[in-house]
């Protein structure tokens, strides 16, 4: 491109004429014809001097648009990846999110006390002090990716728990990302095989690629946004964890549907199989109009089932 340029000038400098008599600049004692392009002036080699290019302009030229890089591949400015509960976008070598949920996946979530809402809107507590399965793919002992929650006693009180640490495993055959709550949530200690980051809150849903293994790059984004901490993986179809102040919000993409297991039960539009146990067991879920909050505690052997 910049030998065509050359060539290109060449020509408007032959055309211009022979003499150097209007318009006239000195020329810079290391001016040659290479450098010309980047000039507005033309070198006229038997006069040695340099005279206005009518063909050049002072407007610049329109910038060149930086690739984003994930692995070991790169876009152009200007892609899109749709297949996630959250659109993201290559603009001029940075990733930003499109602050949109994505309407058609499943979600739930799980607050402080704790109270649960399950992909099919079934409500429950359970008061457990321990890591638990929230979502995961299938229902064996080790997931290919899952949402972990870790709950402990908050508040003085003996049986209320608040969620404490989020673990998160968007990708298969990935360390898992480990989410310590702290306030403010951009204070969260976010660690992947010991090595530690936290998100600032970005402008306009930047988005901030995660590392981890001595700093290198993990195949997911994290960011802030309406004062809650965002953590997605990258690669399509996948999950999508929201963590704010007093709750998480779990986000599954629609080809995980009729996939699931863990506290937040299996997304399939079916209200009655959501508590099931590990070894495919249904149990009724408690009344969802009650008088008060024990009329919806969950059975203990149903909670440490997914311990």
């Known amino acids: 491109e910049r030998h065509g340029d050359i060539l290109l000038r060449k020509k408007a400098c032959r055309n211009i004429g022979g003499k150097c008599v209007k318009n006239r600049k000195p020329c810079p004692d290391d001016l040659t ?21 009518p063909t050049r302009t002072s407007t ?19 892609t899109e990846f749709n297949k996630n509960c959250m659109k993201y976008f290559c603009k001029n070598g940075k990733w930003y999110t499109s602050n949109q949920y994505n309407a058609a996946c499943g979600v739930s979530s799980f607050n402080d006390d704790p109270h649960f809402t399950t992909f099919d809107g079934i409500l429950f507590d359970w008061h ?16 290919e990716t899952f949402v972990y929650s870790l709950f402990s006693s908050c508040s003085g009180i003996s049986h209320v728990t608040c ?6 495993q968007p990708e298969p055959n990935t360390t898992n990302i480990e989410i310590v709550k702290a306030y403010p949530l951009f204070n969260s200690q976010i660690t992947i095989n010991g090595y530690t980051q936290y ?8 988005l901030t690629l995660l590392k981890g293994d001595n700093g290198t790059d993990y195949p997911a984004f994290a960011w802030m946004t309406d004062g809650c901490l965002h953590v997605m993986g990258y690669k399509t179809e996948g999950y999508l ?20 297991g863990g506290l937040l ?18 149990m009724d879920p408690p009344q969802q109009i009650w008088s008060n909050w024990c009329d919806r505690l969950i059975d203990p052997i149903y909670g440490n089932d997914w311990k």
């Open 33 to 53: 014809l290479e450098l010309q392009p980047k000039k507005q002036f033309c070198y006229h080699k038997k006069s040695r001097c340099c005279f206005q290019d």
């Open 199 to 206: 998100i600032n809150d970005n402008p306009n849903g930047e």
């Open 60 to 78: 610049p030229s329109t910038p060149i648009q930086e690739n984003c890089t994930l692995g070991e591949l790169r876009y152009e400015s200007g």
């Open 241 to 260: 964890v929201k963590i704010c102040q007093w709750g998480v919000t779990v986000f599954t993409y629609p080809t995980m549907k009729q996939n699931l």
């Open 128 to 143: 457990g002090h321990s890591i638990y399965v929230m979502s995961q793919t299938g229902h064996d002992l080790c997931p």
């Open 163 to 168: 969620f404490h640490t989020v673990y998160f």
């Open 265 to 282: 039960g299996n997304w399939d539009n079916d209200t009655s199989n959501d508590l099931r146990f590990r070894n495919g067991t249904i």
